[in-house]
């Protein structure tokens, strides 16, 4: 019996230990180092096809999970739109993976439109890529390096409050992978609204 039992907390510790290894202190599904998920042929409030694989010349993308419904989101928009017009060597890519009529593509368009994303605006109605990244908020940062691999991941800075803010994360990254070192802070927790994915019926 005694034996049995050893075995069985052996067998649970190796568990815990396996799945503590391929994911972050925040993230359940990426750590740092971890090659980034591409997605393909997602459709752009351009109107084109947009793929990861597009980005090939550029020293570091930034990804950013994002919405239009979500006011934490929208207090963090001009922030976005300030850093990836000062990073203009780096591309950036927001996606949008809700599927409320207010998130929609003709919502997308419109907002895009509104605010001058000088930046790609994707929609994922499967959701897929957002589970691969491990995304969970809105906004949620991903910043990958030349080999597309996760650099830095979580939070855009230390405060929703611009006026607070000490840290700023993504640009530090971003800073960091270009002058070719890595980022002092590769992770951190994002904050904003819940992700709404879909429940899955169960089987």
Excluded at 25 to 54: C, F, Q, R, Y
Excluded at 170 to 186: F, H
Aim: charged content about 30%; glycine content about 4%; some cysteine.
């Amino acid at each position: 019996m005694f034996r049995v039992l050893l075995l069985f907390m052996l067998a649970l510790l190796t568990a815990r230990e396996s799945l503590t290894a391929v994911a972050g202190e925040h993230n359940e599904v990426l750590k740092i180092g971890d090659a980034a998920p591409s997605w393909v042929d997602l459709p752009g409030t351009d109107g084109a096809k947009h793929s990861l694989t597009d980005l090939r010349d550029k020293k570091a993308v930034v990804v950013v999970f994002t919405c239009n419904t979500c006011p934490i989101a929208k207090d963090y928009e001009d922030r976005i739109i300030e850093l990836a017009r000062k990073h203009q060597e780096v591309a950036w890519v927001a996606i949008n993976v809700n599927r409320v009529p207010d998130d929609s593509m003709e919502k997308m368009i419109e907002r895009s439109k509104s605010k001058g994303y000088p930046f790609a605006y994707l929609y994922d109605e499967s959701q897929q890529i957002a589970k691969q990244f491990g995304a969970n908020f809105t906004p949620e940062f991903f910043v990958l390096d030349q080999d597309r691999k996760v650099a830095y991941m979580g939070s855009l800075d230390d405060s929703t409050l611009a006026k607070q803010v000490k840290r700023t994360y993504v640009d530090n990254a971003i800073r960091s992978l270009l002058s070719g070192t890595k980022p002092e802070v590769t992770e951190t927790l994002a904050r904003g609204c819940r992700i709404r994915f879909v429940r899955e019926p169960r089987k």
